[in-house]
């Protein structure tokens, strides 16, 4: 079963800033949060993942709370080609661990 | 450079028969993973393959096998086809040894009749 709780659906205004909220409450210490997205009909993509600290890259950045039960994935400015299903997974940061998907959040952005 | 690509796109079949989905990993990935996502679920882990061997499995019946080639491509194959294993079809690869983040193909959308 997934070990993250995040809310079924969110909406935001295009331009605005989209925050994903994930909770997970039983993360052990040797755990990353990673997210993935999923737009209609297509394969799921990487957007960013970590441990403990704050994570920026190109595409979005991730605020873990400092006892890391909770997270938050920050769209700055969304478009409509951000509107997607949202995955918050933790997994050990070790090559061949299988991700475990939940049902994630669904994004719609809107003009 | 190609990303993971696979084949067929679309596939129907009837209730019974087997099916064989394909996987091509992205070029530099030694690791192939397969998932099956139902409709309005999240993608569920089949197994994994690294080394032309199954390396992990998830809660699926023996009825889903998998192969991976030298060449690193995958093969899923499914045997006594039921209604229920009407789904999406993912494959993702990755750099065992690199430990980078999965690249997931568009998938095949498998549907049982």
Not at chain 2, 40 to 46: A, H, L, R, T
């Amino acid at each position: 079963d997934a070990k993250t709780t995040q809310p079924p659906s969110m909406d935001c205004a295009e331009g605005r800033a989209a925050n994903l909220p994930c909770n997970h409450s039983t993360i052990s210490g040797n755990e990353y949060v990673y997210w993935y997205r999923q737009i209609h009909s297509q394969g799921p993509q990487y957007i960013i993942h970590g441990l403990k600290n704050n994570e920026t890259n190109e595409m979005a950045s991730l605020i873990i709370t400092e006892d890391r039960k909770s997270s938050t994935l920050i769209l700055p400015h969304a478009t409509l080609r951000d509107t997607a299903v949202y995955y918050c997974i933790v997994r050990v940061d070790q090559a061949g661990t299988a991700l475990i998907f939940g049902k994630g959040t669904t994004l719609s952005v809107s003009s | 450079d190609a990303g993971v690509t696979q084949s067929p796109t679309h596939l129907i079949k009837t209730r019974g028969q087997q099916v064989t989905l394909r996987c091509s990993p992205k070029s530099g990935h030694d690791t192939v993973s397969w998932y099956q996502q139902a409709l309005g679920q999240g993608p569920q882990f089949i197994f994994q393959y690294y080394e032309e061997e199954e390396r992990q499995r998830g809660n699926f019946p023996d009825r889903f096998s998998g192969h991976q080639f030298p060449n690193y491509s995958s093969e899923l194959n499914v045997n006594a086809l039921l209604l229920g294993d009407s789904a999406l079809y993912l494959c993702a690869s990755f750099d065992q040894g690199a430990n980078t983040e999965a690249f997931f193909g568009q998938g095949t959308r498998l549907t049982v009749v």
